[in-house]
């Protein structure tokens, strides 16, 4: 049967599995592998099969016996997740109404990152496998070298190869018929892509996957509504300012890479949307991941060519800009590029010049400023509407509308309010956990974290670096597109002791393209863990897992956060150091885990974070 699926090594009633050769088995196993990795299986990928052979055609017969009616139930090897190149639980079976997830690992110890793969995919199949949903899903873990092990931790059952069959017999549904093969093997599956899988989809005009978060977090409506204002301003010749506000990993560039490249907008085959962003890295490791430095554009390089006393104008009417809070300021624009007008009003003025309409589009993140001259946020758009002749119409949400008191004319509209996490799969909570913590609210932080766990989303602490490593390496082993990498604040200056090299000498020379793009194995990735990425360099990116370093540049101290860096630029120095912290624990897809160096400074926020809520990494 399994010959005529591409999308898994071996499938098949489990008295066909127990009637099977071992050689035919292997065959296809391996054939599954080589399409799926593009090489051929090593020996002790080989070997790991042929040990889980012999364990299943024992527990299975045994099963058989016990329990007739599980003789027509189906069993799945190395069945590969749709859209997740790598991600394969060793077996999966479907028993009657439930579903078990079989990860077996050859290790006489529990490993928590053996425990946490598993089960991420229990959390991903009932989330996004559509024939899964409203199923029983039983996550498994099988230790081969164990001889009397049964237990359940964070709800998964780990057991001894000998308690396969009986742990089947006593988690079995048998309520509501039993789950069609078929069906769900051809099934949907539709996990939120990273944002660098997104832009290759765009990029290739192919279709998003219908996913149900971003579906339920408005992004639809909202590309919808930029597309509907800026087809009014287009026919009644109008100029808007919309801004479109969103935690962080709420999907903010997504929406606008949609937008920007939505077929509603093209008109007489020539686009007339721009997208561009600040975030030197998001700009480089998109233009790197897509090999095109159009789909993307720096802003700096935009202003300069259009900006201030220059006459040119874009041939488009309509700019998306990317973290439009941390638009720079006079100060900081006189500085770089020798005129006195803010990015805010450059653009406006920019705008008036084009006829006969122009559409301003900011993606606005919240508290997210950590450079020098972006700290007037929000308010610089204001104070730009003053300094321009013609009528702008200002579209938000209601929550920054007070903030415009210069606009002719304000539109409120919450569905350019984003308010859901996409980066943390299902942890809607993960930004107002971290804002809780840098506000100093520990019992609330406490009080949200439960909330996390429940919602598959795993934070660690520990003190050793080298725990961290392990890890992610052990947790994503077999998953070839999952990224993991180390994270640091850009002023921690004890960092480097441990070999985290945050320092200007490293990062500067610090090739972000090939950092998040490149394959695992390849020096310059950063699952290779050992150059490092600072909060400059991770703002509007993701990683699954990241390791955040947390250095002396902000610790607890007298019952709040503590930073003593001095910049004599900064209207705020210990603002820019919490958003700092903001940014680099919102990165993670799956989780993250703290690295706390073991130094008596350090012990109160290692202990703040764990009244928090935050595990400790056993």
Request: net charge negative; charged share 25%; proline share 3%.
């Given at each position: 049967m399994s010959n005529s699926y591409t999308n898994l090594g071996w499938a098949g009633?489990?008295?066909?599995?127990?009637?099977?050769?071992?050689?035919?088995?292997?065959?296809?196993?391996?054939?599954?592998?080589?399409?799926c990795m593009n090489q051929n299986p090593g020996e002790l990928q080989i070997n790991a099969w042929k040990n889980c052979f012999f364990i299943l055609k024992d527990q299975l017969t045994q099963l058989s016996n016990i329990t007739p009616t599980t003789f027509d139930s189906f069993v799945i090897f190395e069945y590969e997740l749709p859209r997740e190149r790598g991600r394969r639980p060793d077996v999966v079976m479907l028993v009657k109404n439930t579903i078990f997830v079989l990860e077996f690992k050859d290790y006489s110890k529990i490993v928590q990152a053996h425990i946490d793969q598993t089960s991420a995919y229990v959390r991903d199949l009932s989330n996004y496998h559509s024939r899964s949903h409203g199923h029983k899903i039983v996550p498994i873990l099988v230790l081969t070298k164990t001889e009397d092990l049964n237990e359940t931790r964070d709800d998964v059952i780990i057991i001894s190869p000998k308690y396969i069959s009986t742990t089947i017999q006593k988690n079995t549904d048998i309520s509501n018929g039993d789950i069609v093969f078929d069906k769900w093997v051809e099934s949907e599956y539709s996990p939120l892509p990273s944002l660098i899988s997104a832009a290759r989809i765009i990029f290739n005009n192919q279709?998003?996957?219908q996913i149900r978060r971003a579906q339920s977090a408005g992004i639809d409506k909202t590309v919808e509504y930029l597309v509907k204002v800026c087809k009014q301003a287009r026919e009644k010749h109008e100029r808007h300012l919309i801004l479109v506000t969103g935690v962080p990993g709420s999907g903010k560039t997504l929406v606008g890479l949609q937008f920007?490249?939505?077929?509603?907008?093209?008109?007489?085959?020539s686009k007339d949307a721009v997208f561009l962003s600040g975030n030197g890295p998001l700009v480089q490791v998109l233009q790197h991941a897509l090999q095109n430095r159009i789909f993307v554009q720096d802003v700096h390089g935009f202003l300069k060519q259009y900006g201030g006393n220059q006459e040119k104008t874009p041939k488009e009417?309509?700019?998306?800009?990317?973290?439009?809070?941390?638009?720079w300021d006079k100060a900081q624009v006189l500085e770089k590029r020798g005129h006195t007008n803010s990015e805010p009003l450059d653009f406006l003025i920019i705008g008036e010049k084009i006829e006969p309409y122009s559409v301003m589009i900011g993606l606005i993140g919240e508290g997210q400023e950590i450079h020098i001259g972006e700290e007037a946020g929000l308010e610089q758009w204001n104070d730009a509407l003053k300094e321009i002749t013609k009528k702008w119409t200002v579209n938000c949400p209601s929550k920054v509308a007070k903030i415009f008191s210069n606009a002719k004319e304000i539109v409120t509209d919450e569905v350019l309010d984003l308010t859901i996490s996409l980066r943390s799969h299902l942890a809607e909570d993960?930004?107002?956990?971290?804002?809780?913590?840098?506000?100093g609210d520990i019992s609330g932080a406490q009080n949200l974290y439960k909330k996390l766990e429940n919602e598959g989303f795993d934070v660690y602490i520990t003190r050793d670096v080298g725990q961290c490593k392990k890890y992610v390496r052990e947790r994503y082993s077999d998953e070839k597109d999952k990224r993991y990498g180390l994270l640091a604040s850009a002023k921690a200056s004890n960092l480097p002791a441990y070999g985290i090299k945050n320092e200007w000498e490293d990062t500067s020379r610090l090739k972000v393209g090939p950092w998040y793009n490149d394959d695992p194995s390849?020096?310059?990735?950063?699952?290779?863990?050992?150059?490092?990425?600072?909060?400059?360099?991770?703002?509007?990116?993701?990683?699954?897992?990241?390791?955040?370093c947390w250095g002396n540049d902000l610790y607890w101290e007298n019952n709040k956060w503590t930073s003593k860096i001095t910049r004599s630029k900064a209207h705020n120095p210990h603002k820019l150091r919490i958003n700092s912290y903001r940014v680099l624990l919102t990165r993670?897809?799956?989780?993250?885990?703290?690295f706390v160096p073991n130094e008596e400074k350090m012990n109160s926020t290692y202990e703040t974070l764990i009244q928090a809520g935050v595990r400790i990494l056993e």
């Open positions: 009633k489990l008295h066909d599995f127990i009637d099977t050769s071992q050689e035919k088995w292997l065959t296809d196993l391996q054939v599954h592998y080589n399409h279709k998003l996957p920007v490249y939505s077929d509603q907008l093209i008109q007489e085959n009417h309509i700019w998306v800009y990317d973290e439009a809070q941390r638009a993960v930004h107002s956990w971290v804002a809780k913590l840098l506000e390849t020096p310059k990735s950063c699952c290779q863990l050992s150059d490092v990425v600072t909060e400059f360099s991770c703002q509007g990116l993701e990683l699954d897992f990241p390791i955040v993670g897809r799956d989780g993250f885990v703290i």
